[in-house]
């Protein structure tokens, strides 16, 4: 459906606590490489992203994720069903979701049969998330990496 070009470190953050954002942006301030973060704050607005329409046809300035942090409990659009939709999108394929999530949330099992990669209990830690992306091919815990 859609052409645009991905960048390399460019996260799509799908979080509708700011309190929540906040701490996902420390914590990848924290690791050591450069990671260009872009916010939505529903299901909807995901979507908007990922079709490259609306608000964000400027694909250099809103370029396809190399990776989706996704809140499962969102307004109006849920975070399942916004996987859900992610997984159906040819032009999505392979695009790791990490889902984000408070402890004991019992839609992680659902999140993993509609495919999630991994998930991140709230708050996230740096040294979690580093796991991760290392795990994901995205970071090399280096210093010197851009």
Do not use: C
Request: charged residues 25%; without cysteine.
């Amino acid at each position: 459906m859609t052409n645009r070009v991905l960048q390399h470190k460019t996260v799509l953050v799908v979080e509708d606590e700011s309190s929540d954002w906040f701490l996902i942006q420390r914590a990848f301030r924290l690791l050591s490489q450069k990671f260009t973060l872009k916010l939505v704050k529903t299901a909807e607005e995901a979507v908007s992203y990922l079709e490259g329409t609306e608000l964000y046809q400027d694909q250099g300035k809103y370029p396809l994720p190399v990776l989706v942090l996704l809140d499962l409990r969102l307004p109006g659009m849920s975070g399942l069903d916004l996987l859900k939709w992610i997984r159906h999108q040819p032009y999505l394929e392979g695009l790791p979701v990490i889902a984000l999530t408070a402890y004991g949330n019992r839609e992680l099992p659902r999140a993993y049969d509609l495919g999630i990669d991994f998930y991140l209990l709230k708050p996230i830690e740096a040294n979690s998330l580093a796991e991760i992306l290392y795990g994901l091919g995205l970071y090399d815990g280096s210093a010197e990496s851009k």
